[in-house]
């Protein structure tokens, strides 16, 4: 069982930047891939970035390269997603997910997931 906590969510202006932190329970952290995921009301929910166990393989979406960045500590059983130059539609709760199995990282079939945050980009 894995628990997930997200924080850094909050208010910024378009350009500026956010920091988001997943906070993992247990010992086996560094045993999960691990993803953030973004939804608006209405949408399904849309990856944005994975890593590996390791941390050596990251992945993003479109939307994302080039203006965020996903890692990960494992000492500390905590992931991160630093996001600049954000877009007011970039505006989403933030999810973060484990997965056991690391393979389509970009599909929401993942193990599990924490509660979210909410990024708002204002104009």
């Known amino acids: 069982q894995v628990q997930l906590v997200e924080s850094g969510g909050g208010l910024v202006q378009a350009g500026g930047s956010l920091r988001l932190s997943c906070a993992a329970s247990g010992r086996t952290f560094s045993s999960y891939a691990m993803g953030w995921f973004r939804q608006t009301p209405g949408k399904d929910r849309e990856f944005v970035a994975a890593i590996s166990e390791s941390g050596s393989g990251t992945y993003y979406a479109s939307s994302a390269k080039g203006r965020f960045t996903i890692s990960r500590d494992n000492a500390k059983n905590t992931m991160y997603l630093q996001m600049n130059s954000l877009k007011p539609e970039d505006t989403a709760v933030y999810y973060c997910?484990?997965?056991?199995?690391?393979?389509?990282?970009?599909?929401?079939?993942?193990?599990?997931w924490g509660q979210g945050t909410q990024v708002t980009v204002s104009s």
């Open positions: 997910a484990a997965r056991k199995v690391p393979r389509a990282l970009w599909n929401p079939s993942y193990d599990y």
